[in-house]
């Protein structure tokens, strides 16, 4: 008669229970095999010759795939039909199809999660670079400015450097004049006090 296994544990669903137990079904030439995940605990339907049965129940018994944490392991009899190997086979793998398709379409929404989020980061790198630009163009317009200013500086200095040369030569002139008729006048002075004298 068919069993029903029910497998109990922390971790027995979405570890590749199933596949591990069809393995070894079909590795003993069980002719009925049956396995779904059920609130929690995974259960098996097994059909087959006894003996092939009695090796499958022990060695569901005593082995699981490596990452399968198990508690219990609950055996009976299953009275109805069990289905065939081949149309397991088929369930299981159209369920897998089924799995990695939403795997890749959540995988290309989260590609696109991804997109939209490089997307937002190269638009505000934009804004950035274009408010870089703007301070670059204002510490232009400044170093502009601060040029124009050590030019006019320069020429005023020039230009003030210029004046006071020229102020330095007019009052040396003038000096020179007020000189040259001081001692022409003092020549004067001398020239008459010496004939008063009548030392000429």
Do not use: C, W
């Amino acid at each position: 008669m068919a069993r029903r296994l029910l497998i109990r544990g922390p971790r027995v669903t979405e570890v590749g229970y199933r596949l591990f137990l069809f393995q070894r079904a079909t590795a003993l030439g069980l002719t009925g095999f049956y396995a779904r995940n059920l609130n929690g605990a995974l259960e098996v339907l097994a059909d087959g010759p006894e003996a092939a049965l009695e090796e499958f129940v022990g060695m569901a018994m005593e082995e699981r795939p490596p990452v399968a944490e198990v508690r219990s392991v609950e055996v009976a009899e299953h009275p109805g039909p069990v289905p065939d190997v081949e149309s397991f086979y088929r369930v299981f793998s159209l369920e897998q199809l089924v799995k990695i398709v939403q795997a890749g379409v959540q995988m290309l929404e989260k590609q696109d999660q991804l997109l939209e989020k490089q997307d937002l980061m190269l638009e505000k790198q934009d804004r950035m670079l274009e408010k870089q630009d703007l301070m670059l163009g204002k510490m232009d317009q400044v170093l502009g400015k601060q040029d124009l200013l050590v030019t006019e500086v320069r020429s005023a200095k020039e230009e003030l450097k210029k004046e006071i040369k020229e102020g330095f030569d007019r009052l040396r002139l003038d000096l020179n004049s007020l000189l040259d008729e001081r001692l022409r006048k003092i020549e004067e002075d001398l020239a008459l006090i010496k004939a008063r004298l009548g030392m000429s």
